[in-house]
């Protein structure tokens, strides 16, 4: 059965940083790894997709990695700012329906200024 | 503008009720999810539906029900079985749940509590 963790569990860092979020799974046979965002109190925002065949994409100042033999992708943010602050959840889908996700259990980021 | 859309936003529920939260997406997606939060947790799967009139049970079914009888509409009912249903309630849903380029769009939740 797939397990996702997240490391660190809350990280807070002053504005401008650039800061890596961390995702490890157990079984590397996966189909793609999607990072959202959540606000407090609100639903999941889509933020990456990686494919199982690619490596890493880019959507601004984010920028994910996905390296499947070790069972590990990141989530890196540049230039920190305090908008940036939410929790951060990595997921992947399990078996063979695509939208059944496991997800890790968050990051919270707050940035201050 | 498409979306997916829950209501009630709060719901309170009494020991013993039989409580229903909604869930509407007018964005012609065939596969529907309903997951659990609770604090400082990830997201777990509770019921899926991959086409009309036809659902699955996900990792913590016991004490839920659903029903998929329209393409834009999946109703959760937690039932007096389930015995801590307090948590935030979301639904999802992705194009085809057989595409697995496709990201999953998720409704603004319903947070539930047991008085």
């Known amino acids: 059965k797939q397990e996702v963790t997240q490391i660190p569990a809350a990280l807070s860092v002053p504005e401008g940083e650039n800061l890596v979020l961390n995702c490890s799974f157990t079984d590397s046979a996966i189909y793609n790894l999607q990072w959202f965002r959540q606000d407090p109190g609100k639903g999941l925002t889509s933020l990456l997709l990686i494919q199982s065949s690619q490596r890493e994409q880019t959507s601004g100042r984010l920028n994910a990695s996905l390296d499947k033999s070790s069972g590990r992708s990141t989530l890196y943010i540049a230039a920190s700012q305090p908008g940036d602050s939410a929790t951060y959840l990595c997921?992947?889908?399990?078996?063979?329906?695509?939208?059944?996700?496991?997800f890790g259990q968050g990051t919270i980021l707050t940035v201050h200024p | 503008d498409g979306g997916i859309t829950q209501s009630p936003k709060y719901l309170f529920r009494k020991e013993g009720q039989n409580v229903t939260l909604s869930c509407e997406q007018n964005?012609?997606?065939?596969?529907m999810y309903w997951y659990r939060q609770d604090p400082g947790q990830g997201l777990r799967l509770i019921y899926y539906?991959?086409?009309?009139?036809?659902?699955q049970k996900g990792d913590i079914a016991e004490g839920y029900s659903v029903s998929r009888e329209k393409k834009e509409s999946f109703p959760l009912t937690v039932t007096s079985a389930q015995k801590n249903p307090t948590a935030f309630y979301l639904c999802a849903s992705i194009p085809t749940a057989q595409g697995f380029f496709n990201t999953q769009y998720f409704g603004p939740g319903t947070r539930l509590t047991v008085l």
């Open positions: 539906s991959q086409i009309v009139n036809d659902f």
């Open positions: 964005l012609n997606h065939d596969a």
């Open positions: 997921a992947t889908p399990s078996g063979t329906s695509y939208g059944k996700l496991t």
